[in-house]
């Protein structure tokens, strides 16, 4: 069985770099899961977003 996003220790400081050194990676999330991933506890859902886009 695979592990689940909230399974995974996600590091919010590297996914908020990530998606701000990426113009590709921003326009393909929406702006609530941009606002969320810039926040202190991003939701599973803007994490999977992003794994998705990646």
Do not use: H, R, W, Y
């Not at 592990?3 to 996600?10: F, K």
């Not at 999330?29 to 941009?34: C, D, H, P, V, Y």
């Amino acid at each position: 069985m695979s592990p689940t996003i909230s399974d995974i220790d996600v590091d919010g400081e590297i996914l908020f770099l990530m998606v701000q050194a990426s113009s590709t990676l921003q326009k393909q999330l929406t702006a609530a899961e941009l606002c969320d991933l810039v926040g202190p506890s991003p939701s599973a859902a803007s994490i999977q977003a992003v794994v998705s886009a990646v």
